[in-house]
Nanobody
Framework: QVQLVESGGGLVQPGGSLRLSCAAS????????MSWYRQAPGKERELVAT????????NYADSVKGRFTISRDNAENMLYLQMNSLKPEDTAVYYC????????WGQGTQVTISS
């Protein structure tokens, strides 16, 4: 049973920072490329960032490049997303999953950027 538990979201002012965490279990985490996704109200879920199995390669959506950093700790089955210089358009529910997603998704964590 795949389990993905996101945490770390909250309300932050524009220009602020947040660090999201994802605790993964039920699969061979260390062998699988992982991603962060987000879904804003009324929009489709979009791919935000991806990291390869051992963290050697990362990829980012153009909208977050230079502001967000994805990382992982394979020993702890943890995935992270450091978000800096946050903008109102970053407001969304953020999810973690494999780059080619499992059918099971977590509850996500709400990120709200507002003054």
């Amino acid at each position: 049973q795949v389990q993905l538990v996101e945490s770390g979201g909250g309300l932050v002012q524009p220009g602020g920072s947040l660090r999201l965490s994802c605790a993964a279990s039920g699969f061979a985490f260390s062998t699988i490329p992982m991603s962060w996704y987000r879904q804003a109200p009324g929009k489709e879920r979009e791919l935000v960032a991806t990291i390869t199995s051992f963290g050697s390669t990362t990829n980012y959506a153009d909208s977050v490049k230079g502001r967000f950093t994805i990382s992982r700790d394979n020993a702890e089955n943890m995935l992270y997303l450091q978000m800096n210089s946050l903008k109102p358009e970053d407001t969304a529910v953020y999810y973690c999953n494999a780059r080619y997603p499992f059918a099971s998704w977590g509850q996500g964590t709400q990120v709200t950027i507002s003054s």
